[in-house]
């Protein structure tokens, strides 16, 4: 590749989550768009991922679209004797003439997936949840707060009780 300024474009889809089967997303359609700064001994990669994962929501258990916007860069030096590396850097021999970005970039849609995945809500603030499970999780909590009340006071009933 000659040196300067190259923008590569790609798809990620099904494919790539089947053999990344840790990503917690169950199918995606990302584009990626890297543009890359060639110069004779180090190489500037400034990526973009878009698109949407389907994920698994963390409240009502059902799947839906992630937006995904994605944005970082990437140092690539070429050196002979170069042992280590970082998340922000990568060292390839000069006579290497590929670079595979598969698992650095499985490790940027991990971190774009947030910790907990919720369905996003209407404007109007309503949950996209599934109703039947929200209905659910309310009547439970709502009987482990009785039962939690009458622990309490069971409690305090011991302890006064004790102390007559």
Not at 131 to 145: G, L, P, S, V, Y
Request: glycine share 2%; proline share 3%.
């Amino acid at each position: 590749m000659p040196e300067g300024i190259h923008n590569i474009r790609f798809d990620i889809n099904n494919k790539f989550f089947e053999e990344f089967v840790e990503i917690e997303a169950r199918d995606g359609n990302l584009q990626v768009l890297v543009t890359l700064n060639k110069k004779p001994d180090f190489m500037m990669l400034d990526i973009n991922i878009k698109g949407t994962l389907v994920v698994q929501c963390d409240r009502c258990l059902e799947y839906f679209d992630y937006d995904v916007n994605y944005r970082d860069s990437l140092l690539v030096k070429f050196d002979e004797n170069a042992t280590s590396q970082s998340d922000e850097v990568i060292i390839l021999h000069p006579n290497e003439s590929e670079l595979d970005l598969k698992q650095y970039l499985y490790e940027c849609i991990s971190l774009s997936i947030p910790y907990r995945k919720i369905h996003p809500e209407t404007k109007d603030g309503i949950s996209l949840c599934k109703k039947e499970m929200i209905d659910k999780i309310h009547q439970f909590e709502a009987e482990n707060k009785e039962k939690k009340v009458l622990a309490n006071w069971e409690k305090l009933k011991y302890l006064f009780e004790t102390n007559n």
